[in-house]
């Protein structure tokens, strides 16, 4: 999976702007009801126990040591009611994998990675929280369903470089702190626990083997949102 971070990080704190043209001519301040986010982060993956079935041949578990990464990300949402809302959210994050310990494969990896694209459906609720001369901050949590689609590593083995990669359902834990200004926009800080559970990833091109590899870990970002 070979998106640059920096190329994903600036569409991802683009992604409100680009719909201010049109969404001004719908803007409600008073009642707001529509948003859109865009959002840079850490990504923090724990190391997955991983197998790895050869052709032919017998597994063997290890795991991947992986290294700190990078998300981004954004949403469009609904306000159900005030403190009440429901987002679609798309999220990309890749880990730096360092080295394994899975028979198979080779130990030291070098320009290899853990990535992924996330698709969720979120449910937040927002609190009342406190005001300043510039902006309301809101707590929220929330919780979410969808799909780790696309979750990939691209592996050393024998010194040749191998992508794998699968889907599997996921799910999501939320929570954060937004500031909302007097205008439409708002910002804020959040953190979130992913878990996809244990994927099934096959060798493109095929015939080299599959990869089991369990996917959790948080992710801790700040974004930028528009209300209209």
């Known amino acids: 999976m070979r998106q640059s971070p920096y190329l ?23 009642n707001p009801r529509w948003y859109v986010t865009g959002s840079i982060g850490g990504s923090l993956i724990s190391d997955p126990r991983v197998a ?3 052709p032919g041949g017998t597994a063997g578990s290890g795991k991947f040591k992986l290294g700190s990464g990078f998300m981004a990300g954004g949403s469009v949402g609904w306000y159900l009611r005030p403190d ?5 959210d798309y999220n990309y994050r890749t880990n730096k994998l360092r080295s394994t310990t899975v028979p198979g494969l080779d130990a030291a990896q070098s320009d290899a990675d853990y990535a992924s694209v ?31 689609q696309e ?11 191998r992508e794998f990669s699968g889907n599997r359902a996921a799910w999501q834990l939320l929570a954060g702190v937004n500031w909302q200004y007097r205008g439409p926009w708002f910002a804020g800080v959040g953190l979130r626990y ?6 099934r990833l096959k060798s493109s091109p095929s015939g080299l083997g599959e990869i089991k590899a369990d996917y ?10 528009y209300r209209f």
């Not at 990080?9 to 301040?29: M, R, V």
């Not at 009440?84 to 679609?88: D, G, H, K, S, T």
């Not at 990939?152 to 024998?158: P, S, V, Y």
């Not at 992913?194 to 994927?199: I, K």
Request: aromatic share 8%; no cysteine; hydrophobic share 50%.
């Open 8 to 30: 994903l990080a600036t569409t991802a704190l683009l992604l409100a702007a680009t719909a201010l043209p049109s969404a001004a001519q719908h803007t409600t301040p008073s």
């Open 52 to 54: 790895f079935t050869p």
């Open 84 to 88: 009440w809302r429901i987002e679609a």
């Open 118 to 148: 996330l698709i969720m459906a979120n449910v937040l609720k927002d609190f009342d929280g406190w005001s300043s001369s510039f902006a309301t901050f809101k707590p929220y949590v929330g919780a979410g369903l969808g799909i780790a």
């Open 151 to 161: 979750v990939d590593t691209d592996l050393n083995i024998g010194g040749v470089q």
């Open 194 to 199: 992913v878990d996809a559970g244990t994927l």
């Open 216 to 225: 959790k870990g948080l992710g801790l970002d700040v974004r930028l949102g």
